[in-house]
């Protein structure tokens, strides 16, 4: 058993997370280069909780200049024990309204310009994505997010996309056939890392949109998204405070902390040592196994 440390990484329309205590901005580098901007540090009640504005303070970077490795490894550093994610969405789906908040449970990766993996040439691993969030923390933040007043849908599959275009409809139509919940642009390969870095991952999507198919509304627009961010930000800042207040004292271990245990395929003889090097820094538990 140890103490939760929270690693929440905040989407577009969220930039800060008020009320910490002894809050301060840590500048973290990592072997991956450096993360979206400063992380902001601090306590809430006795939880330890670090946040990161994935685009940075003013969304400086677009989804694809993210640098996901450096984000997920920042937070591995600073001791987290688990990694929300808090982002903006396109609904493809008549019954997630603007404004719902979709706890997802699976993800379809249509990224392709991205580094997807610690891992590479020298040290070879293969995470498990069969289940790709984290149960125990999904559902702890479903019900925080219910206590701070928002429409919760928990389970759905989120399409990630490139961008930073927004879908054509042909494309919006496709992934609707394919059965997906939500569409956004940065949870992969976000998800993926922080299973490598053996972090349980929890995403809650908030829809702003309709993307592009729903023939009775305005197609999407960043000033439609921005007006509907804001109203979702307020309820997502509250959410991180009511889920702080379930992750107070003693953490159970999860399975997913010793992910690794199965995954890495490279036996110690042939590693590259400049590799192990480097990977200690996300991987450094089953490294020493």
Not at 31 to 51: A, H, M, N, V, Y
Not at 63 to 81: E, F, S, Y
Not at 262 to 282: N, Y
Request: glycine share 8%.
């Amino acid at each position: 058993m140890g103490e939760w440390v929270l690693g929440v990484v905040g989407g577009s329309g969220l930039y800060d997370i008020p009320g910490l205590k002894d809050a301060r901005w840590v500048a973290q580098d990592t072997p991956w280069g450096p993360p979206s901007d400063e992380i902001l540090t601090g306590t809430l009640g006795e939880l330890t909780l670090c946040f990161l504005p994935r685009h940075g303070r003013g969304h400086k970077l677009s989804p694809t200049d993210v640098n996901a490795r450096a984000n997920i490894a920042a937070l591995k550093q600073l001791g987290c024990t688990d990694v929300l994610s808090l982002s903006a969405v396109g609904s493809l789906k008549e019954e997630l309204p603007p404004g719902t908040f979709c706890v997802v449970d699976q993800f379809i990766d249509r990224t392709f310009a991205r580094e997807k993996s610690f891992f590479g040439p020298g040290l070879v691993a293969h995470v498990s994505m069969a289940h790709p969030t984290c149960p125990r923390l999904s559902a702890l933040a479903a019900e925080a997010a219910r206590e701070a007043g928002a429409s919760v849908v928990e389970g759905g599959t989120y399409l990630a996309m490139e961008g930073p275009q927004f879908s054509t409809r042909a494309e919006s139509e496709l992934y609707r056939s394919w059965g997906c919940s939500v569409i956004g642009m940065t949870n992969m390969p976000e998800a993926k890392l922080a299973r490598e870095a053996e972090l349980p991952y929890a995403s809650v999507a908030m829809v702003t949109d309709y993307d592009c198919w729903h023939e009775d509304i305005a197609h999407v627009e960043v000033a439609q998204i921005v007006a509907c961010l804001m109203d979702n930000a307020a309820k997502a800042r509250d959410l991180v405070v009511r889920l702080s207040a379930k992750l107070q004292g003693s953490r159970a271990a999860s399975p997913i902390d010793t992910t690794l245990n199965d995954a890495i395929i490279t036996g110690p003889a042939a590693r590259d040592p400049a590799m192990v090097e480097k990977l200690k820094a996300v991987a450094g538990r089953a490294l020493a196994l």
